[in-house]
C-alpha cells in the first residue's frame, strides 16, 4: 500500500508518466477495471511473498546476519567522527540499546579518535563516546566528557561509568524478550495486506456476476425485439 501511494505522489510531483502508469496498473478500488483489479492483486501477493521469504531467511541465515550487523557497525565505528549523521545514529542506538561498540566498549579501539595507540594525541584516547556512558537520572545537562579515559579503568569500574554490553548481543536480547510483538507485527501486515488481496477477488467475482446479469438481460431484449418483429 505505501509503494502504491508513493509512487502516485511522486508520479505527480515529478510529472512522471510511467510512476503514474504503475499507480494506475494497481488501481484496487470497487469501481477499477477487471485487469488493474487483478494486476493489484499479483502485485500484493509477490510483496506478502518477498515478506514471507525474508522472514525464513532471517532465521535461517541468523549467524550471517549477526556477523553483517557486526561487520556494519564497526564500520560505522571508524567513520564516527566524519559524519554527523552517522555519528548521531550510533548515538541513538547506543542509548536506546544501553551497549557500547559492536560487542563491547573495546570496539571503539578502531576510531582513530578513541584508540589507545602512543600516537594518538586526542583527549578522547581511551575513551567512549558520551552515548556509551551511563545515565543519572539527576543530571539534567548530558556530560558529553563522561566517557574520558573509560577504557583506560579495570571492568569492573567501567561497568559502573559505561555499558560494557555490545549492540549486536543487546538486539538479540530484545529480539528474543519481544518476539511475540514482533511477531504480532508481521502477522498483522500480513493480515493487512491479504485484507484488500480478498476484497479485490470479491469485487472480481461481483463484477463477473453483474455482467453475466447484463449479458442475459440483453439478450433477453433481443429475443423480444425479433419476436414482436415476427409477430408483426
Known sequence: MFILGFAGCIGALRENTFLLKFENSLD????APPCFLSNFSVFLGIIFFLELTAGVLA??????????????INNNIRAYRDDIDLQNLIDFTQEY??????????????????NCTDSNASRERCGVPF????????????????GYDARQKPEVDQQIVIYTKGCVPQFEKWLQDNLTIVAGIFIGIALLQAHPKIHVEMQRTQNSKTNLKKSKVGELTLSDYRLTTKLQ
Do not use: M
Open 131 to 146: 552515548s556509551c556512558c551511563t545515565k543519572d537520572p539527576a543530571e539534567d545537562v548530558i556530560n558529553t566528557q563522561c
Open 97 to 114: 540499546w544501553q551497549c557500547c561498540g559492536a560487542f563491547g566498549a573495546d570496539d571503539w579501539n578502531l576510531n582513530i579518535y578513541f
Open 59 to 72: 532465521f535461517v541465515f541468523k549467524d550471517w546476519i549477526k556477523d553483517q550487523l557486526y561487520f556494519f
Open 28 to 31: 484496487h478500488r470497487p469501481s
